[in-house]
């Protein structure tokens, strides 16, 4: 069995023979294939992304997101199929992880107001970690553009109001707050896409728990 010698300012192996054989300096332990795919295809989400928030979905091609990641056209079809397929991943992938993230949330804190605090904060969250990929929501949604793959975007405001509507309704229901459940969501909802749109474009206001507190407390003042 060859035994490897460290002494050596070169790296070299010891074979069962007694040769020894010099290694090149350059060779490096190789990268596992495992991560190498994950590596790309992340790359090629996060400059998806990017592109289509910024230019939108007809305006970015193919060869621009290959640039941007670092990659070539067969592995980004490789990895997603087409353009369009890319765009679906994206949203579907974002749509799925908030609408985990949101129930999860929604479940921690006792009162209504503690449920839509977590809620809140939670989202806030979510577009701290890829503000790309929310900008992309927006330009979608307000700009939305002839030959883009269609998506119900209202349905998914509605999936969103309807879980705060929920939370409002069951407080409501235990007494701690006053009012029609939706029309408090909506004002939760519309302060909160303000928020949202202000540090997208602005930076300001960081969002966070704290924003999120006192936004709610804010709208809920008048509801008791």
């Not at 010698?5 to 990268?31: C, F, N, Q």
């Amino acid at each position: 069995m060859p035994l490897s010698i460290r002494a050596h300012r070169k790296p070299v192996i010891l074979t069962e023979h007694g040769h020894l054989l010099y290694l090149p300096v350059s060779m490096k332990k190789p990268v596992p294939r495992r991560h190498q795919h994950d590596s790309a295809k992340e790359s090629i989400r996060k400059a998806a992304a990017e592109l289509f928030a910024k230019k939108g979905f007809a305006a970015t091609s193919t060869r621009e997101i290959c640039q941007r990641a670092g990659i070539t056209k067969p592995v980004l079809y490789y990895h997603f199929g087409s353009k369009e397929q890319l765009f679906r991943d994206l949203i579907l992938d974002a749509c799925n992880e908030s609408r985990k993230q949101l129930l999860l949330a929604s479940q921690r804190g006792k009162t209504a107001q503690e449920k839509l605090i977590e809620v809140i904060a939670a989202d806030f969250a979510l577009t701290r970690c890829d503000p790309s990929l929310s900008r992309m929501f927006f330009r979608m949604i307000f700009a939305t553009e002839k030959g883009s793959p269609g998506f119900d975007y209202i349905e998914m405001g509605m999936e969103w109001l309807r879980l705060l509507e929920g939370i409002v309704r069951e407080g409501i229901r235990r007494g701690e707050m006053k009012g029609r459940a939706r029309e408090i969501a909506e004002a939760l909802m519309g302060v909160h896409t303000l928020y949202t749109m202000g540090f997208l474009l602005t930076g300001e206001p960081p969002l966070g728990r704290p924003l999120a507190q006192r936004m709610v407390q804010l709208l809920l003042k008048g509801c008791r």
